[in-house]
């Protein structure tokens, strides 16, 4: 495998039929979103779709000596980015001409190539090509890429740490603080029992762990 072939595999078809559904599925579903993105974002996205599409194909696939071509994996992300930008837009679906809205439409494919890819019927589509695109659309939609984002991130995870970690010192200082006052209850009640030994065991113990925490604090 060339490392340009995660591209150009998406401009190879296998006859009339296929390019002429992807080419029209690409017509259909990704002409409002270049209206709405802008051309150089909606060929990125494309392009994004349509390598990760091929990069997932190359691992779920890697012994397998049958080759991928076709821009399904990129048309699949398509699909999606569509279902989510317009998600009650009604599609009418050929023969019958059923109106069903996107989200359910693309719904529905996406089950049939879970189906299709764990069934292994050999059908000669590639449902793992068209499952990866539809996932990296999915992720890359959803995902924001922004350099800035990252810094973002690690700010917050690291907010986020801070924030565990006060909580578990506040924790610590309250049961502390909910051990010395049993511990003084305790103590005021060796005069009233009449000496330690006539303590019962629970408070015994207490005694004894708060004891050995305040040793430990001070070793």
């Not at 069903?100 to 292994?120: E, P, Q």
């Amino acid at each position: 495998l060339s490392v340009w072939q995660l591209a150009t595999y998406m401009f190879l078809h296998g006859g009339f039929f296929h390019i002429f559904f992807n080419m029209f599925a690409l017509w259909m579903f990704g002409s409002d979103l270049e209206r709405q993105w802008g051309t150089r974002y909606f060929l990125k996205f494309y392009f994004i779709t349509g390598i990760g599409a091929g990069i997932i194909t190359f691992f779920l696939q890697i012994y397998s000596s049958v080759p991928t071509i076709g821009a399904s994996g990129a048309i699949f992300g398509v699909l999606v980015a569509f279902a989510m930008t317009y998600p009650n837009r009604e599609i009418l679906m050929f023969p019958f001409f059923i109106p069903i809205k996107a989200k359910w439409l693309v719904t529905i494919m996406i089950a049939f190539g879970i189906i299709a890819a764990w069934s292994n019927r050999g059908d000669g589509i590639a449902h793992f090509t068209h499952l990866g695109g539809a996932l990296i659309g999915y992720v890359y939609l959803k995902q924001d890429w922004r350099f800035g984002s990252f810094f973002s991130f690690f700010k917050r995870f690291k907010l986020f740490r801070r924030k565990r970690k006060a909580e578990k010192i506040m924790q610590q200082n309250r049961k502390s603080a909910e051990l010395m006052d049993e511990v003084d209850k305790i103590l005021d009640r060796i005069n009233e029992v009449g000496g330690y030994e006539n303590l019962t065991d629970r408070e015994k113990r207490i005694l004894e762990s708060a004891a050995k925490k305040l040793s430990d604090k001070q070793k």
